[in-house]
């Protein structure tokens, strides 16, 4: 019980940390690509740099509770069963956004989908790095 519990607050940490990662690195690349997409500029690329930071606080706050009360828990799953892999973090990350694409709204699906992808490979990346440490 106590390696179940231990895995559970370990996964929500790469989680937590997924989270802040993946949000930001994938912000900061939606954020320059709008302000480049007419040409490349410095300017463009500070100010879609900008504003891709700026964008990632409110992905973080939107992410929050769905990364902790079902990534990490998903993402335990998977690392007590010895699956755990690049393509299963993927999936658990895209599950909800594929879910409020095909239920909900599409453009928020879309985007759901985009920030899952990269919130589920960097919390892989964390968890790999981290007990490669140990």
Do not use: N, W
């Not at 409020?100 to 759901?112: E, K, P, Q, T």
């Amino acid at each position: 019980m106590d390696k179940i519990i231990t895995d559970i607050i370990r996964s929500m940490a790469y989680s937590a940390g997924g989270l802040f990662l993946g949000s930001i690195i994938m912000s900061v690349i939606m954020g320059v690509a709008e302000q480049i997409h007419g040409g490349v500029t410095i300017s463009g690329i500070k100010s879609g740099y900008g504003i891709g930071v700026f964008f990632s606080i409110f992905v973080i706050m939107a992410g929050f509770i769905p990364a902790l009360m079902y990534g990490a828990p998903m993402y335990s799953l998977t690392r007590l069963c010895g699956r755990a892999s690049f393509l299963l973090s993927a999936l658990i990350g895209a599950a909800p956004g594929i879910a409020i694409y095909f239920f909900s709204d599409r453009a928020s699906g879309l985007l759901f989908i985009i920030f899952g992808l990269a919130v589920g490979l960097s919390t892989h990346a964390i968890a790999k790095a981290t007990e490669r440490k140990q």
